[in-house]
């Protein structure tokens, strides 16, 4: 079973803006929390690429592409990771993931299905 669910894609103009979020309503707090989280992408063609990530006390890191444009965020006792992307550009379309992270920063668990994000003029 995949323990994380995204939602929250959706068709936009450049320019616009979209908040996905990551759920994971089979884990119990215990084990949510202490997780390192990561959104990836993956672009049609291309390989998929860690996004954004954040650490159990909340410390980001970003992408240099969507560094001020895009700002992850969680709230442990909802069990939920988020995206906030602002400033949508067309090279930004793309499935969008979620998963943990490993120590080496590796994904730690089965793919979902993303949730599709696509920036259109």
């Known amino acids: 079973q995949v323990p994380l669910v995204e939602s929250g894609g959706g068709l936009v103009h450049p320019g616009g803006s979209l908040r996905l979020s990551c759920k994971a309503p089979?884990?119990?707090?215990?084990?949510?929390?202490?997780?390192?989280m990561g959104w990836y992408r993956q672009a049609p063609g291309k390989e998929r690429e860690l996004v954004a990530s954040?650490?159990?006390?909340?410390?980001?890191m970003n992408a240099d592409y969507v560094r001020g444009r895009f700002t992850i965020s969680r709230d442990n006792s909802r069990k939920t990771v988020w995206l906030q992307m602002t400033d949508l550009e067309p090279e930004d379309t793309a499935v969008y993931y979620c998963?943990?992270?490993?120590?080496?920063?590796?994904?730690?668990?089965?793919w979902g299905q993303g949730t599709q994000v696509t920036v259109f003029s």
């Open positions: 998963n943990a992270l490993t120590s080496d920063r590796q994904p730690n668990y089965n």
């Open positions: 954040i650490t159990p006390d909340h410390v980001t």
């Open positions: 089979r884990m119990i707090f215990s084990v949510f929390s202490p997780l390192f």
